[in-house]
């Protein structure tokens, strides 16, 4: 076994294989970019190599850096995590020159994999299915008409190179395709240098399952069963389960056969995943094989109770696999929520900035995968993703309540994230049924979403949950005064939700309070005390968690990924509030602002011109993405207030509409 490896990666994943090969007795070396230097996941290892500037092109995308890393710390191996270099040939056989073992599949594996078209081919070869379409790369837009006619709308125009939904365009029809080849090529040019795109037919409604497959060095393959990943923002993955509640046994063998046999047909030896779309009458579809450890691998981990990074580790030392097929068995239900620094209600933009508070859930049916901590900052040079947070259960709905749950529990402040929107789309009761395809976010939030919306239920448990914080902190201020002023303490509160005032009675009750609000009376238990971020209780017997901020006067309470705001005032003084002239916020409707310090890529429109509701307005590129701008609503444009090239600054004007909305 290796004595030492380096982790060619950072952020959660590096840290993920840290601790496994911890736990294995062997030394980790990290590698780190200058935006990198205080980051998790180099406290982690036990030695550092700084390996460049922040950008990745100049740090871990370096191949020369990280194997003179190699060398100046003795690592044997490498393991390569997912992005980055986790698929590039040119650094497994660099490695491989070097003498230093590439925790991953063979380079031939990975070339054959890496290239759509071509993985097609080898995968029609060897008996897998795949989606009907044209696997000749096509040379213009007039082809690619024929082509689609021929293969039946509607269609999916690929890049060959394509990867993380980049270079895929859905057509329904000729002006589609003409305009879909056009964007797709150019989109494969930019994003992979490689324009080739072809065609296949798109299956509708379909639901994204893939299996994780493991092979070792002496042509030992099984399969560890299947990962369903349907639930997708423009073709990113965003909750993905294990096992899938779709499959029965019979398909899932017949899957699993298929990608074992697509693995042997590349001699593969480490963790891969063959990706398939199933349709509606359960038939499957190959899609891509990854050649390399998936980002949803915990889900696998926690149905099979295996160690997909020991295992890597292992084959890749000459180890045969400890198992065979019979001995994987599939036990409960995972699901894994990702957990993004970005903002759901303005169009999912990337956000940056420091975690001013990070406190992720503990339990015992929760992992939590993280690259971040508390007072860690969240830059503009990688993936935004703070955390991958799973929940298991003997049953899918446990393992989904548990999820809610530690949704519920988990804390971030400082910048903008999804918690509410993984909360909304979780609680979803087709979510429950187990009903889910591609198309589950668009077609669950026609309109976008819109921030997660508390139920009249938890609206009333909120309100209580606040009189009852209140009354403690009002409590505890006459502990302190007791001395002087014997403690008095009134039954009647109002709370104000905004202009809402809810008339509460809180009287003390063992082995809790009785609160009681609206004609109904609630038991309300906890041992919160003022200055807990997490009021975790029981009301009326049912465990309760809602995070708790206090600002001056204002109770912020989360609960389901809603926030709410409240005042508990004496009734005197409530009355008197809602005298109060309401204060109106400044009008910011006219000005399309910035969402996040980037780069002004380019501007879309001109001073005079009208614009439709959804039309693009501006792009601006941050952590690596352009995020398109669109107009949110029809308008003229008056006038541009800054330049393509521009370094903006957050909320930084760029132009301004005629008029008052
Ligand atoms: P990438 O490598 O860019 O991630 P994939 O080929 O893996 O691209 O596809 C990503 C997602 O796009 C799939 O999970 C699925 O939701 C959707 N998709 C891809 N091909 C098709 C198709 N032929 N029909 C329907 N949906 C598709």
């Not at 365009?169 to 994003?191: I, K, M, P, Q, Y």
């Not at 000459?318 to 409960?332: C, I, K, N, W, Y």
């Not at 038991?523 to 600002?551: C, M, N, S, Y």
């Not at 501007?603 to 107009?631: P, S, T, W, Y």
């Amino acid at each position: 076994m290796f004595q030492k490896i380096l982790i060619a990666n950072r952020g959660e994943i590096a840290c993920r294989v840290m601790r496994t090969a911890r736990r294995m007795g062997i030394k980790t070396v990290a590698v780190y970019s200058e935006a990198d230097a205080l980051a998790l996941h180099v406290r982690e290892a036990d030695e550092a190599v700084a390996i460049g500037p922040s950008a990745a092109a100049e740090s871990y995308l370096k191949i020369d850096r990280i194997i003179e890393a190699c060398r100046a710390t003795g690592a044997e191996a490498v393991h390569p995590g997912y992005g980055f270099l986790s698929e590039n040939q040119a650094f497994a056989k660099a490695l491989d020159a070097a003498g230093i073992v590439f925790i991953g599949p063979n380079t031939h594996a990975i070339a054959a994999m890496g290239d759509k078209i071509e993985s097609k081919k080898l995968a029609a070869a060897a008996g897998v299915s795949t989606v009907p379409g044209y696997l000749g790369v096509i040379p213009d837009a007039e082809a690619a008409v024929k082509i689609a006619a021929e293969v039946g709308y509607p269609v999916m125009i690929k890049a060959s190179a394509g990867g993380g939904g980049k270079g895929m365009r859905l057509a329904h029809n000729d002006a589609e395709v003409l305009e879909g080849f056009r964007s797709a090529t150019n989109e494969a040019r930019s994003s992979f240098g490689d324009d080739r795109v072809f065609i296949e037919k798109y299956i509708v409604e379909p639901r994204h399952i893939e299996i994780q497959v493991l092979g070792d060095a002496h042509g030992h393959i099984v399969h560890l069963g299947e990962r369903e990943c349907s639930i997708q923002r423009r073709h990113q993955k965003v909750i993905e389960e294990a096992p899938s509640p779709f499959l029965d046994a019979e398909t899932r063998a017949a899957m699993g056969a298929q990608a074992v046999a697509l693995a042997r047909a590349v001699d593969y030896r480490s963790a891969g995943t063959v990706e398939f779309i199933v349709d509606r009458d359960r038939n499957f579809y190959f899609l891509e094989m990854n050649t390399r450890l998936q980002v949803e691998h915990p889900v696998t981990e926690l149905v099979t109770g295996l160690d997909l990074v020991e295992l890597m580790i292992r084959v890749a030392a000459g180890e045969p696999l400890p198992f065979g097929q019979d001995d994987v068995t599939l036990t409960g239900s995972a699901i894994e929520a990702r957990v993004y620094a970005e903002d759901p209600l303005r169009n999912f933009l990337p956000s940056i900035g420091r975690l001013t508070r990070y406190r992720p859930p503990t339990d015992e049916h929760v992992r939590v995968d993280t690259g971040v901590y508390e007072g860690a900052e969240i830059s503009i040079h990688y993936d935004p993703m703070i955390a991958k947070l799973c929940t298991y259960g003997e049953t899918r709905d446990l393992a989904t309540r548990r999820m809610a749950a530690a949704l519920d529990s988990f804390q971030i402040r400082g910048l903008n994230h999804n918690i509410g929107f993984l909360a909304a789309l979780v609680t979803r009761p087709r979510f429950a049924e187990g009903r889910l395809s591609t198309d589950f976010i668009p077609t669950e939030f026609p309109d976008g979403f819109g921030g997660a919306v508390m139920s009249a239920e938890d609206l009333a448990r909120v309100v209580a949950i606040a009189a009852v914080a209140h009354r403690r902190a009002v409590e505890r201020d006459a502990l302190i005064a007791a001395r002087r002023h014997p403690p008095a303490i009134a039954a009647e509160w109002t709370v104000l939700v905004g202009r809402d005032a809810h008339p509460v009675n809180i009287v003390p009750e063992e082995p809790g309070y009785a609160v009681t609000l609206g004609g109904h009376t609630h038991l309300v238990q906890t041992d919160w005390q003022p200055g807990d971020a997490l009021f975790e209780g029981k009301i009326d017997g049912h465990a309760t968690t809602v995070q708790v901020d206090r600002v001056g006067t204002i109770w912020r309470l989360i609960r389901g990924g809603a926030a709410i705001e409240l005042r508990v005032l004496t009734p005197r003084a409530a009355a008197l509030a809602a005298l109060m002239p309401v204060k109106t916020p400044p009008d910011l409707s006219r000005l399309l602002l910035s969402p996040m310090p980037g780069l002004l890529v380019s501007i879309a429109v001109a001073a005079g011109q009208d614009v439709k509701a959804g039309e693009e307005l501006a792009v601006v590129e941050a952590m690596k993405m352009e995020n398109v701008l669109r107009a949110v609503r029809d308008g003229r444009v008056a006038k541009i207030q800054a330049n393509p090239g521009d370094s903006l600054a957050v909320d930084q004007v760029i132009l301004e509409f005629e008029g008052a909305s």
